[in-house]
């Protein structure tokens, strides 16, 4: 196993039993409200520091970039540790047991470890470069789909960008004449493992951080699959516009979005 890897599986692990003691016990959870339909809660906070700590005491030197820490600069400007400490807390504040904490370690701008960890489920998405994404030890291949006849996709809603409302209303009427059926679950990151682990047949979503995709974004490329923008180039770091799946079920999404595409949404 990749050192860095063994880290941040620890790292994870760590995190999620906190985050599912306190799933048990509702009172221990202090909410406040961060942004425009933007919920954090003392449990985000106290496992990002946890997580933090744990990368710290292997790898001193490296930068860290977490969603409620911003960016923590280490000497080494290289490596940067991508850290969501638990993705979905809406559903952790509603108590929908759908949530998960993500860590993806780059490299000179390429992501090269990635961990999503369920902890209600007790799943543990892996994925190093080059070698595979694996669920609990098992080898992952996402679906074999050969359009979007058929397909289940993720998706979720812009809720904190409602600007862009009407053109993904419409992107979501358009596809929903060519594939099957939606799964909308809150979380991002378990939506693109799940791509991983053909579980879903392809995601795509309006405006997401680094920290909510980066790790899951591993697990679908090495698990047979693509990501891109919503115009199939590579910008999603930027504008974050990500569309997930293997690479014909991407091509009909990106196909069938684009006349519903803002220009906003082209960038």
Known sequence: MHPMLTIAVRAARKAGNLIAKHYETPDSVETTQKGTNDFVTNVDRDAEHLIIDVIRKSYPKHTII???????????????????????????????????????VRI???TEVAVVYDPMRNELFTATRGQGAQLNGYRLRGTNAKDLDGTILATGFPFKSKQHANSYINVL?????????FRRTGSAALDLAYVAAGRVDGFFE?????????????????????VTDFVGGHNHYLSGNVVAGNP????????????????????
């Open 66 to 104: 977490g969603e409620e820490c911003g960016e923590l600069a280490g000497e080494d400007k290289d490596v940067q540790w991508i850290i969501d400490p638990l993705d979905g807390t809406t559903n952790f504040v509603k108590r929908l047991p759908h949530f998960a904490v993500s860590i993806a």
């Open 173 to 181: 009427g358009k596809l929903f004449n060519e594939c099957a059926d």
């Open 108 to 110: 000179k701008g390429r």
């Open 248 to 267: 014909r079920v991407v091509k009909g999404i990106l196909n069938t979005m684009r006349e519903e595409l803002s220009e906003a949404l082209k960038r």
């Open 206 to 226: 309006i405006g997401l951080k680094p920290w909510d995709f980066a790790g899951g974004e591993l697990l679908v490329r090495e698990a047979g699959g693509v």
